[in-house]
């Protein structure tokens, strides 16, 4: 058998940007006219994710390079101040877990013990008190 390798990153991006793309158009079907930040942030927060604009906007950002230019990096404006600043994909929080807990919820998932933040700071459970 042939151990097939690593998929290459830009492939891997690609995969997780259509995934969370179409998990939120499909759960809001929004109008046209909005943003990719502006619907993924309404669609995390739907399922009781905290994803702030500058987050929102980093992953439109990079996934709009990646489709559109090729590129790995992609600059985005803060939402304090409107600063321009770059961002490298691998630079993003943890895409793949956000995309599988973000399944986890659209299916009704649920468990107090799992940190749905996990995405972020990459610590998979928490402690109940």
Known sequence: M???????????????FTGLELLARKALKPEKDKSLSFILKTFFESLGFSLTEDEGRQIAQCRNALFHR??????????????ERAIKLTELPDLESLFADALLKVLGFTDPEINWNRWRD???????N
């Open 2 to 16: 042939v151990k097939m390798g690593e998929a290459p990153i830009d492939v891997t991006y690609s995969l997780l």
């Open 70 to 83: 090729g590129e790995l990096s992609a600059t985005y404006h803060t939402e304090d101040g409107g600063i």
């Open 122 to 128: 990459r610590t998979p459970f928490q402690k109940n």
